[in-house]
């Protein structure tokens, strides 16, 4: 095989974290003083070192630069463009590494950007808040300092962006703008600082900038593709500019695909894998990329099994015809995988040799570029030692359970149906449970303490045993209740001291997943998580929770909540099978659950919560793959949770997702009561819930545990007035945005004093 030109392997990004979590120490060691400034950003630049040198070792000829970040990539081009709200910009003028905090998390004193889910990850990034008095201003300092770092240490290095669409299409209109103002309107106003920043990059020595535009995978208007057009039709007409590569990932470009490939830029990079395959088709409908190069993502971004090396040098093939120089990459950043399989020395040999983290992504492209350079003869060991690997997994009995797919097979829609409708539901559970007006409720977990972590650590280390592990959670369980009590909360929660993670602590007792040591992937800023692997058939062998249920409704005559994660959280938060329907797999899922829910339920569960953050997040970017997912989405909440009694309330939990496009689905599952995130999007959920018809009772956060500001009573009590303007007081109910687990006590009891305060005054005003 030859090309125009010698394809290279390159990359869009990777992990930032670290093999041992350095960069979460060293911010949050920032955060609470005892990390200097100086020091937080020498670690950041040692984190970044390391990075691009495990790139050049696994065979990576072009490194990203821009790509790494403190918090946020978006909030990152935030400042690079220089949109900082007026409430922060005293902040970030006083001091810029304080004020970009400041922005991401809040103050006391400052309300922080709102956040929500990157595309269709469990990425979360800070949203931009423009409008029409925005005004921008080039800041390069980043971007042009990470590319001198990487120049410097003699590597060829690509600066990558968040391109101008795509920033303007993930912004909203900032507190007190209209509703109705477009972003997207800016974009004038934006062209001119892109072109200085890639004017500064050029000076600074970058041949190529990558500006990323994912948006344009996404449903978009004929106003919107013009505006693409015209972006990079003026991008493209500067002089004074290194070469332009656009990037798009995640899904097909579609009806974007020949705007960009008549814009005249240098180059498109690609994705190949999954839906994004129709990339194929679509790029020889419209002529190839003569003259362009195309960086074509061969290699899964967002999950970690091995690549299928011979199918992918077959459509590396096939794209030569295409473009001037096809060069081969991930499909997306590999900051959406952990960092390396090779430090999971706990997994069994089988599945180890099927599973290729970010380091093992890389060597992949590599390996596939230097098949495209030599042929495949060059790389006929590592393509036989691949067809291998991907034999023994379509083989392996740890992937296939006749019993578990037997009773899937066996799913009615019966079983997907509460037996009676929700106005009967209602009734009957307001006669068992007997609670007050705007009820008081806390989401699930409470603070994990670093005693907490330390006598999970002791259990893991063999240095206390089972018996005393679980007392030590029982005493928390006890502590937990009673603050509920004292502090007037309504329906309790155990507080879940027990759980390291709402998806690993369920995976870990279902057959079919693994759970990894050191698989950490970033959710947001400096909370990482540990997808577990979901490898083979999944069942439920035992009881998972009932027993921590139990225990902790002993204590204590008000009702308490069962809590399990729902079927599309524990698939979306879990790095799933690729070797069968996801719907398959959901239906798996649900049926282990409602299993556990039933349990409860005989335990004398009169609530139970499945939470399903991530039903909006899943949802597919194109609207027409949209009817089927949530046809099997809201399915399989409603079969783990229908086979419960009429007076059992079922709960649900969603948070920082733009809900507007599930609004039916929502309806669809057919809970007793939803809870949602409302703080940082100051209640716009509980009126998208009423205009939708939304008939059943609706919990809309009023304070935002993600910062660790503490509300006070008023503010919580304004954000319910807000709500009561759309949701009637029979069916609001008063709760935080999401979990307390991340936050620390003193934080935790004060806004719960407040929310508490806030639901008696309001409570007084409507008897009164």
């Given at each position: 095989?030859?090309?125009?030109?010698?394809?290279?392997?390159?990359?869009?990004?990777?992990?930032?974290?670290?093999?041992?979590?350095?960069?979460?120490?060293?911010?949050?060691?920032?955060?609470?003083?005892?990390?200097?400034?100086?020091?937080?950003?020498?670690?950041?630049?040692?984190?970044?070192?390391?990075?691009?040198?495990?790139?050049?070792?696994?065979?990576?000829?072009?490194?990203?630069?821009?790509?790494?970040?403190?918090?946020?990539?978006?909030?990152?081009?935030?400042?690079?463009?220089?949109?900082?709200?007026?409430?922060?910009?005293?902040?970030?003028?006083?001091?810029?590494?304080?004020?970009?905090?400041?922005?991401?998390?809040?103050?006391?004193?400052?309300?922080?950007?709102?956040?929500?889910?990157?595309?269709?990850?469990?990425?979360?990034?800070?949203?931009?808040?423009?409008?029409?008095?925005?005004?921008?201003?080039?800041?390069?300092?980043?971007?042009?300092?990470?590319?001198?770092?990487?120049?410097?240490?003699?590597?060829?290095?690509?600066?990558?962006?968040?391109?101008?669409?795509?920033?303007?299409?993930?912004?909203?209109?900032?507190?007190?703008?209209?509703?109705?103002?477009?972003?997207?309107?800016?974009?004038?106003?934006?062209?001119?600082?892109?072109?200085?920043?890639?004017?500064?990059?050029?000076?600074?020595?970058?041949?190529?900038?990558?500006?990323?535009?994912?948006?344009?995978?996404?449903?978009?208007?004929?106003?919107?593709?013009?505006?693409?057009?015209?972006?990079?039709?003026?991008?493209?007409?500067?002089?004074?500019?290194?070469?332009?590569?656009?990037?798009?990932?995640?899904?097909?470009?579609?009806?974007?695909?020949?705007?960009?490939?008549?814009?005249?830029?240098?180059?498109?990079?690609?994705?190949?894998?999954?839906?994004?395959?129709?990339?194929?088709?679509?790029?020889?409908?419209?002529?190839?990329?003569?003259?362009?190069?195309?960086?074509?993502?061969?290699?899964?971004?967002?999950?970690?099994?091995?690549?299928?090396?011979?199918?992918?040098?077959?459509?590396?093939?096939?794209?030569?015809?295409?473009?001037?120089?096809?060069d081969v990459a991930p499909s997306c950043s590999l900051l959406h995988?952990?960092?390396?399989?090779?430090?999971?020395?706990?997994?069994?040999?089988?599945?180890?040799?099927?599973?290729?983290?970010?380091?093992?992504?890389?060597?992949?492209?590599?390996?596939?570029?230097?098949?495209?350079?030599?042929?495949?003869?060059?790389?006929?060991?590592?393509?036989?030692?691949?067809?291998?690997?991907?034999?023994?997994?379509?083989?392996?009995?740890?992937?296939?359970?006749?019993?578990?797919?037997?009773?899937?097979?066996?799913?009615?829609?019966?079983?997907?149906?509460?037996?009676?409708?929700?106005?009967?539901?209602?009734?009957?559970?307001?006669?068992?449970?007997?609670?007050?007006?705007?009820?008081?409720?806390?989401?699930?977990?409470?603070?994990?303490?670093?005693?907490?972590?330390?006598?999970?650590?002791?259990?893991?280390?063999?240095?206390?045993?089972?018996?005393?592990?679980?007392?030590?959670?029982?005493?928390?369980?006890?502590?937990?209740?009673?603050?509920?009590?004292?502090?007037?909360?309504?329906?309790?929660?155990?507080?879940?001291?027990?759980?390291?993670?709402?998806?690993?602590?369920?995976?870990?007792?279902?057959?079919?997943?693994?759970?990894?040591?050191?698989?950490?992937?970033?959710?947001?800023?400096?909370?990482?998580?540990?997808?577990?692997?979901?490898?083979?058939?999944?069942?439920?062998?035992?009881?998972?929770?009932?027993?921590?249920?139990?225990?902790?409704?002993?204590?204590?005559?008000?009702?308490?909540?069962?809590?399990?994660?729902?079927?599309?959280?524990?698939?979306?938060?879990?790095?799933?099978?690729?070797?069968?329907?996801?719907?398959?797999?959901?239906?798996?899922?649900?049926?282990?659950?409602?299993?556990?829910?039933?349990d409860l339920e005989a335990a004398g569960a009169a609530v139970i919560?499945?939470?399903?953050?991530?039903?909006?997040?899943?949802?597919?970017?194109?609207?027409?793959?949209?009817?089927?997912?949530?046809?099997?989405?809201?399915?399989?909440?409603?079969?783990?949770?229908?086979?419960?009694?009429?007076?059992?309330?079922?709960?649900?939990h969603m948070c920082y997702a733009e809900f507007g496009a599930v609004?039916?689905?929502?309806?669809?599952?057919?809970?007793?009561?939803?809870?949602?995130?409302?703080?940082?999007?100051?209640?716009?959920?509980?009126?998208?819930?009423?205009?939708?018809?939304?008939?059943?009772?609706?919990?809309?956060?009023?304070?935002?545990?993600?910062?660790?500001?503490?509300?006070?009573?008023?503010?919580?009590?304004?954000?319910?007035?807000?709500?009561?303007?759309?949701?009637?007081?029979?069916?609001?109910?008063?709760?935080?945005?999401?979990?307390?687990?991340?936050?620390?006590?003193?934080?935790?009891?004060?806004?719960?004093?407040?929310?508490?305060?806030?639901?008696?005054?309001?409570?007084?005003?409507?008897?009164?």
């Open positions: 095989m030859t090309t125009k030109s010698v394809a290279a392997a390159t990359a869009h990004g990777y992990p930032r974290q670290g093999g041992n979590r350095q960069l979460k120490k060293a911010v949050e060691g920032y955060w609470k003083g005892a990390v200097s400034a100086e020091a937080l950003l020498a670690a950041a630049a040692d984190l970044r070192r390391a990075n691009w040198t495990q790139l050049v070792e696994a065979g990576v000829q072009e490194l990203p630069t821009g790509d790494f970040s403190l918090y946020d990539h978006v909030l990152d081009t935030t400042v690079a463009v220089g949109a900082i709200p007026p409430r922060h910009r005293a902040a970030v003028d006083a001091d810029p590494l304080a004020g970009y905090f400041a922005m991401a998390r809040g103050t006391q004193d400052l309300a922080p950007l709102e956040m929500t889910k990157w595309f269709d990850t469990n990425y979360h990034y800070l949203v931009p808040e423009l409008g029409p008095d925005t005004v921008f201003a080039a800041n390069p300092a980043k971007a042009v300092g990470e590319l001198r770092e990487a120049l410097a240490l003699g590597h060829r290095a690509r600066p990558v962006l968040v391109g101008p669409i795509t920033y303007l299409l993930l912004a909203k209109p900032a507190p007190g703008v209209s509703a109705d103002f477009e972003p997207l309107t800016l974009l004038d106003r934006l062209l001119p600082v892109y072109a200085q920043l890639l004017a500064d990059l050029r000076a600074a020595g970058a041949a190529w900038v990558q500006l990323d535009e994912p948006a344009l995978v996404q449903d978009r208007t004929p106003a919107e593709l013009n505006s693409a057009a015209r972006a990079y039709r003026e991008l493209g007409a500067l002089t004074d500019r290194p070469k332009l590569l656009v990037a798009s990932y995640f899904d097909r470009l579609g009806a974007a695909l020949p705007v960009l490939a008549k814009a005249p830029v240098e180059g498109l990079a690609l994705d190949f894998t999954g839906p994004a395959a129709a990339n194929l088709d679509d790029l020889a409908a419209v002529g190839g990329l003569p003259g362009k190069r195309l960086v074509a993502g061969v290699v899964d971004g967002r999950n970690i099994w091995i690549n299928d090396l011979e199918k992918s040098l077959a459509t590396l093939g096939t794209l030569l015809g295409f473009a001037d120089t096809v995988v952990p960092l390396d399989a090779d430090a999971e020395r706990d997994v069994d040999p089988q599945i180890h040799r099927w599973l290729a983290f970010a380091k093992q992504k890389a060597a992949e492209v590599a390996l596939l570029a230097r098949g495209l350079r030599e042929g495949a003869s060059a790389i006929a060991a590592d393509l036989a030692a691949n067809r291998a690997d991907l034999a023994s997994r379509a083989t392996s009995p740890i992937t296939r359970d006749p019993a578990v797919r037997a009773r899937v097979a066996g799913v009615t829609e019966a079983d997907a149906r509460r037996a009676e409708a929700y106005p009967q539901r209602a009734r009957a559970q307001r006669i068992r449970l007997g609670l007050p007006l705007l009820p008081t409720t806390t989401i699930g977990s409470f603070p994990q303490t670093t005693e907490l972590r330390v006598a999970r650590a002791d259990l893991t280390a063999g240095r206390i045993d089972a018996a005393a592990y679980r007392e030590r959670m029982q005493d928390e369980v006890r502590e937990v209740i009673a603050y509920q009590e004292k502090a007037g909360l309504d329906v309790l929660v155990h507080g879940e001291p027990e759980r390291n993670d709402m998806v690993q602590y369920f995976a870990e007792q279902l057959t079919g997943y693994l759970a990894t040591r050191h698989g950490w992937v970033q959710s947001y800023g400096t909370r990482y998580v540990r997808p577990p692997v979901l490898a083979g058939d999944l069942s439920r062998p035992h009881p998972m929770t009932v027993e921590w249920y139990a225990y902790a409704q002993s204590l204590t005559d008000r009702p308490v909540k069962g809590m399990l994660t729902g079927p599309v959280t524990m698939l979306a938060w879990s790095f799933v099978r690729d070797d069968q329907p996801l719907a398959d797999t959901a239906r798996q899922v649900a049926l282990a659950l409602r299993d556990e829910v039933t919560q499945v939470d399903e953050p991530a039903l909006r997040e899943t949802l597919p970017l194109r609207a027409a793959d949209r009817p089927a997912y949530l046809d099997w989405a809201t399915e399989a909440f409603r079969v783990a949770t229908s086979g419960v009694r009429a007076d059992t309330q079922i709960h649900t609004m039916a689905a929502i309806d669809d599952l057919d809970a007793d009561v939803i809870s949602l995130e409302a703080t940082r999007s100051h209640m716009e959920v509980a009126g998208e819930l009423a205009e939708a018809g939304y008939p059943r009772e609706v919990g809309p956060g009023v304070w935002d545990i993600h910062s660790p500001r503490v509300p006070s009573t008023e503010e919580a009590l304004e954000l319910l007035r807000a709500g009561l303007e759309a949701i009637p007081a029979e069916r609001l109910w008063v709760n935080p945005d999401c979990g307390l687990k991340t936050r620390g006590w003193s934080e935790t009891r004060a806004s719960l004093d407040s929310l508490v305060g806030a639901a008696r005054r309001l409570r007084e005003e409507l008897a009164g």
